[in-house]
């Protein structure tokens, strides 16, 4: 999973840096481009770093998760400096605060999630209320909207979490993971697992598996 989520991290990293390119070749009448395009070019450095790491063996060391935080952080950096070089919180750049926020609760900790929607809020107010660029109202809602987006993301985790202990709990107490149905051919056990870790989770029944007769239903 973990692994994965570098992989999708680089891929985005390599679309988000396209889109900055682009951005600056459409807007180059505008101050600062090559500045900017400077930039962008650095993430897509920063991104075949990435593709190059040891993914296996970075995501089973102990430095993991400062990895990943670190990943974040230069993000971040990046982000701030980009939207400081386009003008200030009016940059359409202020879009991609929303991306690390997002893309940490794929994988990363409650923790992590906690420290990044934390870092992109600050990120954004320092730069409101040192360069501006726009109203205060659309600050003000935009950072709203930012800190809204790393309170669902970190719910959403917690959410995750809670429930895959709760399901493996459930495995761990089911007659089937005992092995209550040693003897029966892996589509049954496959149902009987389903309806035992529903009876403990609480969940519904799906009609596939609602169909088995009384007779046939695991025993708490």
């Known amino acids: ?17 396209g889109f900055g390119e682009l951005y600056v070749a459409l807007t180059w009448e505008r101050p600062n481009r090559p500045a900017l395009a400077v930039l962008f070019g650095m993430a897509v450095l920063a991104g075949i770093g990435g593709w190059l790491l040891p993914r296996e063996r970075l995501v089973r060391s102990r430095y993991r998760e400062a990895f990943f935080l670190s990943w974040s952080f230069l993000d971040f ?5 980009g939207t400081l070089a386009d003008g200030g919180t009016a940059s359409p750049l202020v879009l ?36 501006g660029g726009s109203s205060g109202s659309y600050q003000v809602a935009f950072a709203v909207v930012l800190a809204c987006t ?6 959403r985790l ?24 040693k003897r ?30 009384p007779s046939s239903t695991p025993s708490g």
Do not use: D
């Open 77 to 81: 950096a990046l982000i701030v400096l």
């Open 158 to 181: 917690a959410t995750t979490t809670a429930s895959e202990k709760r399901l493996r709990r459930c495995r761990m107490r089911s007659p089937t993971a005992r092995g209550y149905s």
């Open 1 to 17: 999973m973990r692994e994965a989520t570098i992989v999708t991290g680089v891929w985005l990293t390599f679309l988000l840096a």
């Open 96 to 131: 991609i605060f929303f991306v690390p926020v997002v893309f940490s609760s794929m994988s990363y900790p409650l923790g992590s999630v906690v420290a990044v929607g934390a870092l992109s809020i600050v990120s954004y107010l320092a730069l409101a209320a040192t360069v």
């Open 184 to 213: 029966r051919s892996p589509s049954e056990r496959a149902s009987w697992m389903k309806l035992a870790l529903r009876r403990c989770t609480g969940w519904p029944l799906q009609p596939s598996t609602a169909t088995m007769t």
């Open 150 to 155: 790393g309170a669902m993301s970190a719910c």
